[in-house]
């Protein structure tokens, strides 16, 4: 335990320092670049004193680093910002204002990130259940027909962008077959059922693209897993093959697809930007893609910022699963 116990401590620690130089390099891309950065963060309809008034509050005038930190401690611990007519305090984590919205960039992500996390965490299931299955059964019927039709149609899925899938699924499932409503976002806390039904074809969506990717993945680490000598030892000894795959192969084939996995949740938190923008979900994919289009800079930043979070959080939590399945990590 104890081993564990530091194995996870050294992870956290990663984790922090990792997300530090993620802060540190936001900062510099967004606002150490040429150019008026004051202007380009309090929007195009701003007056000069107004662009000014932003100058101050984003410490302009100061060196590099006492502007970095200014920034720093507004996340960690908050700080105010001055609207023109009153001031508002910006509660930690405070990830900036919209100048153009005069809305605080946390409280907007807030409202967005249930949706993303709704889609992401319900495909994972769903691309992990198909995706994994699919890759276990494509080794253990290697060589043989049904083995090929699942290459096949894996390579389908990968070769399949997701608004294909998702165009399809619609027009077939809601249009012809009415079986499932037009996705239409309702918030799990007002109806559970209509949650899920909403998001059923998304879902899918999203998860069929994924899940190629998982199976092909899966097939390759399992049949490099059944070549190995003690899965020989186990055959020798006349340990079933169904017993093989589900007690001592499949572990041992876990570990990239632990990593994948981690990539896959991390980035499509706000990485299913035409996933969201195909069936209407209001999400951070597709507020961050308006706030690109608009040009507000304190909203990307943001946006930025919780992606590369959840990025380093998924691989973290990754680490930690490593550790679980194959104890020999934790000496690594």
Same mark, same amino acid.
């Given at each position: 335990?104890?081993?564990?116990?530091?194995?996870?401590?050294?992870?956290?620690?990663?984790?922090?320092?990792?997300?530090?130089?993620?802060?540190?390099?936001?900062?510099?891309?967004?606002?150490?670049?040429?150019?008026?950065?004051?202007?380009?963060?309090?929007?195009?309809?701003?007056?000069?004193?107004?662009?000014?008034?932003?100058?101050?509050?984003?410490?302009?005038?100061?060196?590099?680093?006492?502007?970095?930190?200014?920034?720093?401690?507004?996340?960690?611990?908050?700080?105010?910002?001055?609207?023109?007519?009153?001031?508002?305090?910006?509660?930690?984590?405070?990830?900036?204002?919209?100048?153009?919205?005069?809305?605080?960039?946390?409280?907007?992500?807030?409202?967005?990130?249930?949706?993303?996390?709704?889609?992401?965490?319900?495909?994972?299931?769903?691309?992990?259940?198909?995706?994994?299955?699919?890759?276990?059964?494509?080794?253990?019927?290697? $060589?043989?027909?049904?083995?090929?039709?699942?290459?096949?149609?894996? %390579?389908?899925? #990968?070769?399949?962008? !997701?608004? /294909? *899938? +998702?165009?399809?699924?619609?027009?077939?499932?809601?249009?012809?077959?009415?079986?499932?409503?037009?996705?239409?976002?309702?918030?799990?806390?007002?109806?559970?059922?209509?949650?899920?039904?909403?998001?059923?074809?998304?879902?899918?969506?999203?998860?069929?693209?994924?899940?190629?990717?998982?199976?092909?993945?899966?097939?390759?680490?399992?049949?490099?897993?059944?070549?190995?000598?003690?899965?020989?030892?186990?055959?020798?000894?006349?340990?079933?093959?169904?017993?093989?795959?589900?007690?001592?192969?499949?572990?041992?084939?876990?570990?990239?697809?632990?990593?994948?996995?981690?990539?896959?949740?991390?980035?499509?938190?706000?990485?299913?930007?035409?996933?969201?923008?195909?069936?209407?979900?209001?999400?951070? $994919?597709?507020?961050?893609?308006?706030?690109?289009?608009?040009?507000? %800079?304190?909203? #990307?930043?943001?946006? !930025?910022? /919780? *992606? +590369?979070?959840?990025?380093?959080?998924?691989?973290?939590?990754?680490?930690?699963?490593?550790?679980?399945?194959?104890?020999?990590?934790?000496?690594?």
């Amino acid at each position: 335990m104890n081993g564990f116990a530091g194995f996870v401590l050294r992870r956290a620690l990663g984790t922090v320092v990792t997300l530090f130089a993620i802060s540190v390099v936001v900062y510099l891309v967004f606002y150490a670049t040429p150019g008026n950065v004051a202007q380009i963060t309090c929007g195009p309809r701003c007056s000069p004193v107004q662009v000014h008034q932003v100058a101050q509050q984003l410490h302009l005038d100061d060196p590099l680093y006492v502007r970095y930190w200014h920034f720093l401690q507004g996340i960690l611990v908050g700080q105010d910002y001055s609207t023109g007519t009153s001031t508002a305090h910006c509660s930690a984590p405070c990830l900036g204002l919209s100048y153009q919205t005069d809305q605080q960039v946390t409280q907007l992500i807030l409202t967005k990130l249930p949706v993303s996390l709704s889609l992401v965490l319900g495909s994972m299931v769903l691309w992990l259940i198909l995706g994994v299955g699919t890759g276990v059964l494509s080794a253990w019927r290697r $060589g043989r027909l049904s083995e090929r039709l699942l290459t096949g149609i894996t %390579l389908t899925g #990968v070769a399949t962008p !997701v608004f /294909v *899938i +998702g165009l399809i699924l619609m027009i077939i499932v809601c249009g012809q077959l009415q079986l499932l409503p037009f996705p239409q976002y309702v918030k799990f806390t007002d109806d559970p059922e209509q949650w899920a039904w909403n998001l059923l074809l998304p879902w899918l969506s999203l998860a069929l693209v994924e899940a190629a990717a998982f199976a092909r993945l899966t097939r390759a680490s399992m049949l490099e897993t059944l070549a190995e000598d003690h899965i020989r030892t186990f055959r020798a000894y006349g340990v079933g093959e169904r017993a093989i795959i589900r007690r001592h192969a499949l572990r041992g084939a876990l570990a990239p697809v632990i990593a994948l996995n981690a990539n896959n949740v991390g980035s499509a938190v706000g990485g299913a930007v035409l996933t969201e923008t195909l069936f209407g979900l209001p999400g951070i $994919g597709q507020e961050l893609v308006h706030a690109v289009n608009v040009v507000d %800079l304190p909203v #990307v930043v943001g946006m !930025v910022l /919780v *992606i +590369g979070f959840f990025v380093v959080l998924a691989n973290a939590v990754a680490d930690v699963l490593y550790a679980v399945a194959d104890r020999r990590v934790v000496l690594a």
